[in-house]
Every structure is written in C-alpha cells, then in structure tokens.
C-alpha cells in the first residue's frame, strides 16, 4: 500500500513538475494560432497597413543593407581562402568557383542574412512592439477602435517578408563577387575558370532554393519577434526578456528551418 | 449609460473585484476612488472591452459589452474616448497624428483638411498652442501629454469619456489645470465620464457622484456632501488617509520654495 501511495506520489510530483511547461507551450501555440488568423483576416483591409508597411520596408531594407553586405562578403573571403587551402594540388581550380558560389548561394548567403536579420530587425520589432504593449499604446490603439494587427504587426511582417529574399540575393551576388576576387588574388583563379567551374554545377533549382529559403526565413524573423513583442508583460525587465526570446527563438527556428528546407527540397537522403 | 452589474474580476489568486454593482446616468460624471491596487483601472477597461469579466455584465449604451463581438466592438469604442494614465501616445507619431488616430469615423479619418481642422480644435479645447501640432511626444512635459491624451480621446466626438487617474504623477498645478479641463470638457461637450483616481479634492471638483472602491467592493456611492458625511469606516479611514497625504504633500511644496 505504501508503494502504491509512494508510486502515487511520484506520477503527480512529476505529473506538476511537467504541466506547466506543457500548457505554457500549449498556451503559446494556441495563441499564435490565433495570431495567424487575424493576420490573415487583416489583410483586406490594406488602406490601413500599405503606407506603413512601405515605411517599415525603408526601414529595415536600407539599414540593413550594410551590414549584410558585409557579413556576405566576408563569408565569400573566408569561403574561398579556406577552399584554397584545402583544394590546392589536390582538384583542378575551377573547382573553387563552383564551391564559392554553390556555398553562397545554398547555405551562407540566406542562413547568415536571415541571422543577423535576426538580431537585427528580429530585436527591434519585439521591443518596440513590447514598449508599446507595457506603455499601454497597444490598448490605446484598441480602445480607438483600431486593429492593433492591421496598424502594427502587418505593416512590419509584411515588410520583412518583402525585403528579406531581397536583401539576401544581394548578400549571395556579394559573396560571390568577394569570393571571386579573393580567389584570384590568392589562388590566382581566373575568370574564366570561375565562371566555368560555377556554371558547371550550378542548377536553377539552386537559387530557387536559395528563395524559397530566404522567404521561409522571413517568416521567421518576422512573425516571431512580433508574436513575442506583442505579447510582453511586466515591464521593462518584460521588454528586455521579451526581446532576447525573440532573437534566441528566430534564430533556433531558422536553424530547424535550413535542416527542413534541405531535406524537403533537395531531396537529400 | 453606463452599467456595472455584479461584475468580478480575478488575475490568479488576486481577486481585484468581487460583485461591484454601478450605474453612470447620461451626461454624468461619476468618479472612481480607491487606494492603488484596488481595481480602479480594470473597471475601466471593462467598460470598453480591453478586459472581460469573468462573472456579471457590462452594459454602455444598452450593449452587452462582454458578449460584443470584434466589429461591434470597435464600433462601440469609437463613442468611448478614453484618456491613459501616462497618455499612452504614440511616440513615433507627432502630436497632429496621434489626434488625427481619435478621429474614428473613417472618411473623416480620411479628409486631410477635415483632420487639420479637428486637430487644431482638439488643441484648443485643452489649451495647447496650435504649433503643439508638429512635435513628438518626448519633446512634450508630463502636464503636455496628459493633454495631448485627452485631445485624442475627444478628437472623434465621443458619447462617453474614461479617464484612467487623469492627474496622478502631476505637481497641484497641472494636476488643478486637468481638474479644470474634465469639468469644462463635461460643461462644454456634455459627455458620459467617469474618472479613476485616488485624488479626494480633484475627484469631488469635477464628478456629480462619487464611488468608493474599497478591498474589490464598492463602499459608498453618492456626492461630494454624502460621502463627506459618511459613516462607513472604510470611507473615513480612507478620507484621512488622503487628508495626511495632502498635508505631507503641502509640507514638501513649503520646503521646496522656502529652500
């Protein structure tokens, strides 16, 4: 009998240890289910969220075109030093152009936009939708009979779903370019040898693939950080909590997305 | 009218109201005291709808608010004007836009000259200098945004004002210039208020009726003389509570000017 009530015991200790993490992720799905929803029916009224979502895309694509850029054509420098290293004497350096621009263009160019993105646009849409939330600005916004979703939170998401696929094609033309260049100085790789190797294993899929990801990682970096923000309680410690969840959670999800999406699209076993 | 009936409200073990009864007659002006934490503010975003009661009803304008779904809902908010408690402006916004978003109508909303005009008009109304227009809400003092606030809430010509401690944080001065401005906005505009604060002398100037809000249950309804002249011991105790706080407050000013 002791066993059984001792037994007991054990399933409800863990039995409470185990719900709440359970219905804060229930509750959180539930809410973001709900989110999407009214996202979607907010989009007729696009009088309301077009002139801010035009500003809102100013925003984030100009101020992140630098740094983007720069993140890219590092990535390319490194990239094609690393591939002179390795490849030197042992293939044919044609080869180097086709691994810049493949590694460009399938992995670094998207992963590391949208990462810094990200922090970026990711850290600056939840606090500013979490100072507006514990500012009361949101409920005023409510309270004048006003969506808060089709004044906030679409303008924003559909800016970065917008911009983002942009800002990452010219991060994969940067990288390349830079890979390029560094690769001549270097290995003393021609241009016509760049180009050769790069067309030799280049395949439309590839930059398909490149958008098709950059566009899965706008989502990302835009409707996580908004669901977050406009969600904050509790203050100022809310905002700052608020905008480190948003950052570390976009970047996991975009993460799980790269595995996903190079499992889904290319077919790889 | 405005219909409180037997509502209750509860964040997890907290209960903040618990049966709280209140009717507000047209063109009234009833005041809301209570110490802080008492559930003053909730009772407000009841009225409009920014938060449900978990039991009773709220009634405005014969509309059972808690059952109202998204669309009456807003149409609803559109008559209610509601002032912050810091003004909650939009600081991304100058002060002309952030009126300009009180205008609820949407072709109005739309007119740019209409606009113009109503900002200019809301502007006057709480005695801000028309060129208040252009700035931002940091460039604007604690009193300034009060104002700007009231100006949204009024920009849309509502039926019904809520004020939520419309002069808490403000020195006597501003505080008397807001007292000032609710009574004459109620003279002038001839709206349905009702103002949440925890300030005695303010909240008999400009209310018709007083309600005390006390440990989530109203104490004592009446006007300024009637609850004055209460016996409740929790409307005495919380009259000179407010009494010591005045003389507290008047012994600081001293200080300040004679140092």
């Not at chain 1, 001792?6 to 359970?22: E, Q, T």
């Not at chain 1, 490149?210 to 410690?237: D, H, M, R, W």
């Not at chain 2, 028309?130 to 700035?135: E, G, N, R, S, T």
């Amino acid at each position: 009998m002791a066993a059984v009530t001792g037994a007991l015991d054990l399933v409800r200790y863990f039995g409470r240890w185990g719900r709440r993490p359970a219905q804060h992720v229930l509750g959180n799905a539930g809410r973001f289910t709900y989110l999407l929803i009214d996202l979607a029916r907010g989009l007729t009224e696009w009088r309301v969220y077009l002139p801010r979502m035009f500003t809102q895309a100013t925003h984030i694509g100009y101020g992140s075109l630098f740094i983007v850029l720069l993140v890219a054509g590092f990535a390319g420098a490194v990239t094609s030093l690393q591939t002179g290293y390795q490849f030197t004497g042992a293939l044919p350096l044609y080869y180097a152009g086709a691994v810049i621009s493949e590694s460009m263009i399938l992995e670094l160019g998207p992963v590391l936009t949208a990462l810094i993105l990200a922090g970026r646009i990711g850290a600056r849409y939840a606090a500013e939708l979490g100072t507006m939330r514990v500012t009361e600005q949101i409920d005023a916004l409510e309270s004048l009979g006003r969506s808060p979703i089709t004044h906030l939170l679409l303008p924003r998401i559909i800016a970065g779903i917008l911009v983002i696929p942009a800002l990452t094609m010219f991060a994969n033309a940067t990288g390349i370019l830079v890979g390029y260049l560094t690769a001549k100085g270097s290995l003393g790789l021609t241009y016509a040898d760049f180009e050769y190797g790069a067309r030799y294993f280049f395949r439309p899929l590839d930059l398909w693939y490149s958008l098709i990801k950059s566009y899965c990682f706008a989502g990302a970096v835009t409707l996580i950080p908004c669901y977050i923000g406009y969600n904050t309680q509790q203050g100022a410690e809310g905002v700052g909590r608020a905008t480190t969840t948003a950052v570390v959670s976009a970047s996991v999800t975009i993460l799980l997305l790269d595995a996903l999406t190079t499992k889904l699209l290319l077919g790889v076993k | 009218m405005i219909e409180l009936q037997n509502i209750s409200k509860r964040f997890l073990s907290n209960v903040v109201l618990d049966g709280v009864s209140l009717a507000v007659q047209d063109g009234e002006t009833v005041a809301l005291l209570g110490p802080s934490g008492v559930g003053k503010s909730v009772t407000l975003k009841m009225i409009n709808g920014l938060l449900k009661p978990d039991s009773g009803d709220v009634i405005v304008d014969g509309l059972h608010v808690p059952k109202l779904k998204r669309h009456e809902l807003a149409l609803l908010r559109s008559r209610i004007g509601y002032v912050f408690q810091y003004g909650a402006l939009f600081d991304s916004d100058t002060v002309a836009e952030n009126i300009r978003l009180g205008i609820t109508d949407e072709d109005q909303h739309r007119d740019v000259a209409y606009c113009a005009e109503r900002v200019k008009e809301c502007l006057r109304l709480v005695n801000l200098a028309p060129d208040v227009a252009d700035k931002y809400p940091a460039e604007l003092s604690g009193g300034m945004k009060k104002r700007v606030g009231i100006a949204r809430a009024i920009a849309g010509k509502p039926k019904y004002l809520l004020y939520d401690e419309p002069t808490s944080g403000l020195d006597p001065v501003n505080a008397d210039v807001i007292d000032g401005l609710i009574e004459r906005l109620r003279d002038e505009l001839a709206v349905t208020s009702v103002v949440v604060s925890h300030d005695v002398r303010g909240s008999f100037r400009v209310a018709d009726r007083v309600a005390l809000l006390w440990q989530a249950k109203i104490r004592a309804v009446g006007t300024a003389e009637e609850i004055l002249a209460s016996r409740d011991s929790a409307v005495q105790q919380f009259l000179e509570r407010d009494l010591e706080m005045s003389l507290i407050q008047a012994e600081g000013n001293q200080e300040r000017h004679g140092a």
